[in-house]
């Protein structure tokens, strides 16, 4: 063999000795370490259908928990519905009971004739012990459910078609009251942390001219109409409270968020992106407002000492596509963002810095609506495919490293092993 040829060889057995050191440093503690990461598993996928009938039978207390004793229940039941549901079915909307109960705002039908457009509200009881299992389907006749949420005091709320709220009991959900004054179409609605303040509100885009609207109630003894937010300028497609009630963002349908006090009901802030804006949540620090869009960056806004309580940009998180929800956890440790590609990626808020979990979904169904659950185990996520996924949440200690990254130790070591095995293959 020529020396040529010897040293040929062991040129290539240079990469490929780099490429096997490689895939050992991705197991390794020779990068740094991070101090804890979520550890994401699927468990679950339901598939959403408000035909089917309930497998837990769920009897109605003959008192109910609810924070609005002046109402009197209207006990609702799980049997099928007169008229049946045609496809297709999508959870647009999900949200977690401080129970681990699960409820999905299901919109049917096609909107025309012979398959009208309706929905349904279902509660699941959700564990990683046995398949989740469907408790009670409230009916909702020829309205789509647009926005559900649970407080944590003892409700559930829903958009029920474009200018109705319902409010149901957390655990008999038993009809409570319907809050229908609203002047526009109803897009969102959410409850404050506290549980003492509900929003809701939407908008309609007339010409140039984008008419918002959002009403904000106490919904403690009795319940009661506080004021309303006419934005002019803004929609409200989506809707947050800080996590001590003084604050509520809104955004939707044009390129600005809104910050109001929620006593004063004074404008604190507007804070600006790029495209249509499509979710928006705060850290349970309030020191993170995170907004997403029709964009490719996931914007993150920091309140820094000396700001003034205002928000200011603090991060551009890459993430390829546009994105249709963002959510945090418990604590305030990560956010999920649900991406157009059909991803949801989990960001570490305290290295941001760092690649995101990546969670991928074979069909590459759009992200509708995702929340993890009060005590941060589960994460749900709704997709238009008609799925809902469930995912275990956990802590594990993690080590970060990037694919494509040889570190400076292992290369002159691959260089070395190179020149000896060519060095072996060459002539004596």
């Known amino acids: 063999m020529s020396i040529e040829k010897c040293w040929a060889i062991a040129g290539l057995l240079v990469p490929l ?30 598939t959403v259908d408000p035909n089917r009938m309930p497998e837990i039978i769920t009897p109605v207390p003959t008192s109910v928990s609810s924070v609005l004793p002046q109402s009197t ?14 496809k297709p079915y999508i959870a647009g909307s999900v949200s ?32 990683f012990v046995t398949e989740p299992r469907l408790r009670r389907t409230l009916h909702t006749a020829n309205n789509p459910v647009k ?40 897009q969102t609605l959410v409850y404050s942390h506290d549980g003492t303040l509900l929003a809701f509100g939407g908008g309609v885009i007339q010409g140039s001219t984008v008419k918002g609207e959002v009403m904000v109630y106490r919904v403690k003894d009795p319940i009661t109409h506080l004021y309303t937010l006419d934005d002019k300028s803004n929609g409200a497609s989506v809707l947050a409270f800080n996590k001590d009630s003084t604050q509520l963002a809104i955004a939707g349908i044009t390129t600005r968020a809104s910050v109001y006090n929620t006593t004063s009901s004074d404008l604190l802030q507007s804070v600006f992106f790029p495209a249509e804006i499509r979710g928006i949540d705060y850290s349970d620090d309030d020191d993170q407002l995170v907004i997403v869009g029709a964009n490719e960056f996931v914007r993150v806004f920091s309140m820094k000492a000396g700001s003034g309580s205002r928000y200011t940009l603090d991060y551009l998180l890459p993430v390829g596509d546009g994105v249709t929800r963002v959510a945090y956890n418990r604590g305030g440790t990560e956010f999920a963002v649900g991406v157009f590609d059909g991803t949801v990626r989990i960001f570490d808020t305290n290295d941001l810095s760092a690649s995101p979990q990546i969670l991928p979904y074979v069909s590459r169904a759009k992200v509708l609506d995702l929340a993890f659950s009060p005590d941060g185990t589960k994460l749900a996520v709704s997709w238009n495919d008609g799925k809902v996924s469930i995912y275990r949440v956990s802590k594990k200690a993690t080590v970060e490293n990037d694919a494509n990254y040889l570190t400076p130790a292992s290369l002159p070591l691959a260089m070395l092993f190179a020149a000896f095995l060519g060095g072996v293959l060459l002539p004596r």
């Open 17 to 46: 000795t780099a490429g096997c050191l490689q895939v050992q440093a991705h197991t390794t503690y020779d990068v740094k370490q991070s101090a804890a990461k979520v550890n994401v598993r699927l468990e679950h996928v339901i």
């Open 73 to 86: 229940p209207i006990p609702t039941n799980g049997s099928a519905p007169a008229v049946s549901y045609c």
């Open 96 to 127: 977690w009971n401080r129970n681990g109960i699960l409820a999905l705002g299901i919109t049917a039908g096609q909107g025309k004739s012979g398959c009208p457009t309706s929905g349904a509200i279902q509660i699941f009881s959700v564990s």
């Open 147 to 186: 926005s559900i949420d649970f407080s944590h005091s003892g409700q559930l709320a829903a958009v029920e078609g474009d200018q109705e709220v319902r409010i149901y009991d957390d655990q008999s959900f038993a009809h409570l009251e319907t809050l229908s004054n609203s002047t526009k179409p109803i």
